[in-house]
């Protein structure tokens, strides 16, 4: 499929696209400081141990960085140019990005916290509802996106980000009933939109009807 990035068109979208890629290498990168050495207190096994809820955030945050990065990525395929909305609305997404190492560090060091659960869940809805927000101000009639789009595929990342605001409120409503059932679900969350991504099959079928 060709990009069209005449500037007569717009801008091309390639700057974002490299920003996106610097922010999301040094906010990975930021969650392992949260990480610490042991401190000769106690032996080495149980000062390990007392790391791995620091550790499960880590884990957690890093994966989730990790699909976001990709679905922005998967985003970008689409656009032909952007505009001062597109740009702006990126910038207040990578807002969103740069907080998980902030709400990763808050969720290792109080796990069980509802208060900690409940602002980590925010920053995910937070990125989700953006998300959600970019997709659809992209394919609306305003000419940023292959004019090939299917339409099928659209609605159905639509439904398929429309999902993760939803859980985010309910993860931080069962933060303050059962804080081990919303760690459940910010760790299971990403594997679901890795496993269920339209975007991945839609690709693929391109990929088949060129051969």
Request: avoid cysteine; glycine fraction near 6%.
């Amino acid at each position: 499929m060709e990009r069209r990035t005449s500037r007569a068109a717009g801008l091309p979208p390639n700057r974002l696209e490299t920003l996106a890629d610097g922010i999301f290498a040094i906010a990975m990168t930021l969650l392992v400081l949260d990480l610490r050495f042991p401190n000769g207190n106690g032996t080495l096994a149980a000062q390990i141990a007392a790391q791995l809820p620091r550790f499960a955030a880590f884990v957690i945050s890093f994966v989730v960085l990790g699909v976001y990065w990709f679905a922005h990525h998967q985003i970008f395929h689409f656009l032909v140019r952007v505009n001062r909305t597109v740009v702006w609305l990126n910038i207040l997404f990578f807002m969103g990005a740069v907080l998980i190492p902030f709400v990763a560090s808050l969720l290792g060091s109080y796990p069980q916290d509802p208060v900690a659960l409940s602002l980590y869940g925010a920053v995910l809805g937070l990125l989700a509802a953006l998300g959600y927000v970019i997709w659809w101000y992209i394919t609306g009639d305003r000419g940023l996106i292959d004019e090939k789009m299917d339409s099928e595929l659209v609605r159905k990342v639509r439904l398929w980000i429309a999902i993760g605001p939803l859980i985010s409120v309910g993860a931080i409503a069962l933060a303050f009933v059962n804080p081990l059932i919303t760690l459940a679900i910010y760790l299971l969350l990403p594997v679901a939109f890795i496993l269920f991504n339209p975007v991945d099959s839609y690709l693929e079928r391109l990929r088949q009807a060129e051969q």
